[in-house]
């Protein structure tokens, strides 16, 4: 019992004394600007969401999911702000959308926010990718509020959160290498201020 005590106490200490190891450091890192982000969160929300479209739930279902995978869209879009700033005023006309997603029709949504007319010119391709994690959630919003009658309703809303799928990766992306270059950034400032 004692060798079986002692031997557990060495691992431990072994353990405890250990650096991660680079993959676990890498993976702490590449996870520390996701966690602040909320793209997490947004990322299980839409999961979620693309779920109950795919087994057909009641459009209020539907409805109140992709309110609050727009609501989540705050926190993503504040955060890649302060990592793009160059994104910020593309990313405020985005967050418009919602103050009035309750009176706009599925045409104005497509024309102005998918097609870009009411935002300006795109600053850096950069910002496109987030921009989509408000505008998909929001169309699916509007098409709910429509009652969503049938498979192929069902089929055009899942298609749309496929799509969100799609720019949660992207902007997981973006977020990681805006972290990586404010890490090399100060490693920069670092070595000359020695």
């Known amino acids: 019992m004692r060798k079986e005590c002692a031997a557990a106490l060495v691992c431990l200490s072994l353990f405890g004394c250990s650096e991660p190891s680079g993959q676990a450091a890498n993976a702490q890192a590449a996870t520390s600007v996701q966690q602040g982000s909320g793209i997490e969160p947004y990322a299980l929300l839409a999961s979620e969401l693309l779920k ?17 995978l727009i609501q989540q869209s705050d926190v993503v879009l504040d955060a890649f702000k302060l990592a793009y700033p160059q994104c910020r005023p593309y990313l405020d006309a985005v967050l418009t959308l919602r103050a009035s997603l309750a009176e706009m029709s599925l045409a104005v949504l497509e024309q102005d926010y998918h097609g870009n007319g009411k935002l300006p010119e795109l600053p850096d391709p950069v910002c496109y990718h987030s921009k989509d994690l408000v505008v998909h959630p929001a169309t699916v919003l509007v ?16 298609l749309e959160m496929v799509e969100v799928m799609a720019h949660i990766e992207q902007v997981k992306q973006a977020l990681r290498r805006a972290e990586a270059s404010t890490e090399q950034q100060q490693v920069a400032n670092d070595s000359t201020s020695n």
């Open 52 to 68: 109950d479209i795919r087994i057909q739930r009641d459009a209020g279902v539907i409805q109140a999911g992709a309110d609050d």
């Open 143 to 158: 098409m709910a509020k429509g009652g969503l009658a049938g498979d192929d309703a069902y089929l055009e809303a899942e």
